[in-house]
């Protein structure tokens, strides 16, 4: 027992190993994927963002012209934002706060590139 007094004294008077989350938040890595955002003025409807995702979080309904994404079923893997050739999609390096009830985010597109 007498052996545990200086592990007790160093944790004592040192910086502790944590984080007081959420009053103290840390910066995002370096090349981490974050949030999903769209860009409708820039958004074409080609629908190549719906078909490439592999967790299908993505829904383009060009008769409504609205995007719809659920943020519960994606694996923030970036294939959408590689995909995309109009660069409609970005991937924000500040990640949402956890969601209370399940809610998808719908884009509205009223701008088309012929």
């Not at 958004?43 to 190549?48: Q, T, V």
């Not at 995309?84 to 597109?109: D, K, M, N, R």
Request: aromatic fraction near 10%; charge should be neutral; proline fraction near 6%.
């Amino acid at each position: 027992m007498p052996w545990m007094i200086g592990t007790v004294l160093k944790n004592l008077f040192s910086a502790p190993a944590t984080r007081r989350y959420p009053y103290e938040k840390r910066e995002s890595f370096e090349g981490s994927r974050g949030s999903i955002v769209w860009d409708a003025k820039r958004c074409d409807m080609c629908s190549d963002c719906a078909r490439v995702c592999p967790a299908r979080a993505i829904t383009v309904d060009s008769e409504k012209h609205q995007i719809e994404y659920d943020p519960l079923k994606c694996i923030y893997c970036g294939t959408c934002t590689e995909t995309c050739l109009q660069h409609a999609i970005i991937q924000h390096p500040l990640y949402a706060a956890p969601q209370g009830a399940h809610a998808s985010q719908i884009t509205e597109v009223h701008h088309y590139r012929y």
